[in-house]
Structures are given as C-alpha cells and as structure tokens.
C-alpha cells in the first residue's frame, strides 16, 4: 500500500505515537504537539567563573523572545503567531506543521545574578548568554568557646 508524502515525508509518520498511553500526563506533548522534544533545546557549558547558555530558537524573531529574571529564576519566554495574511489564503492545508504559540524554560541561576549581569546576544536563531557564578566566600573557622560552670 503506498502511503502519501510530501517532500519526501511520510504524511502518517509518528503515527503510532497517538496510541501511546504514559501511566502520566506529557505536559509538554499535550501543549505543542508530538514535537515538543524539539522546542527550546538549551545547552549549558560550565566555564571558570560563567554557565554559557545557547537555546535553539529558530524562526523567532529578536522581538518575540522575552527574558525576566525574578528571585533567582531567569526565565525565557518566545511567543509566534502566523502572519494574518497567510490566514487570509484560500485552499486547504495538507500538513501544517509550522509552529504558532509560547513557549518558556526557566533556570534557577540564583539570587546573586542581577539583570546587568546578563547580556543577551541573539543570532542566526540561537540566543546566547552567560550567567556569572556565585563567588565563593571562604569560611572563617570561629571558635566559640562554652565556660564551664563549676
């Protein structure tokens, strides 16, 4: 039985992945679909005195991705909607499989990090920043001496 594609792509892949029955909830599955696993990919590399974070966040533009740091946690936040006039085009969709909607990833980076710290650099859909670690302080061994009663 041959099966229809496009470019070269199965129409009915990760089909059997609608029959999948987790004994939890996938979050994430629910809100973004199938492909979930390939939204907001992050890497983070531990240098002498920074964590180096890059996220995946193709087909965003600068001005829809969005970063707020709060109490330690720094969040970033992208959001997408189609263009209006794609909407507006007559004819039935095949497959649609361009993303519209948010997403966000927070990351504890603790509460000595402040927004100066941060300096963001977004290129070629890559966002790009470093996070300062905190210094350590070294402990100072005080003895505290108890009097004996006697």
Known sequence: ???????????????????SFPTFPNVDKELY????????KTDVKETGNAYEIDIDLPGFK???IQMELKD?????????????DEEDKKGNY?????????????FYVGKHVTVEDVHPKYES??????????????????????????
């Open 1 to 19: 039985m041959m099966m229809p594609s496009i470019f070269g792509e199965n129409l009915f892949d990760d089909f059997m992945d609608d029959f």
């Open 33 to 40: 679909g199938k492909h979930a696993k390939n939204l907001m």
């Open 62 to 64: 600068k001005d829809e």
């Open 72 to 84: 330690g946690v720094l969040t970033v936040s992208a959001a997408k909607g189609l263009d209006k």
């Open 94 to 106: 095949i497959r649609k499989e361009r993303y519209a909607g948010s997403m966000s990833r927070s």
């Open 125 to 150: 859909g890559i966002l790009s920043f470093s996070v300062p670690k905190e210094e350590a302080k070294p402990v100072e061994e005080k003895k505290h001496y108890i009097s004996i009663e006697g």
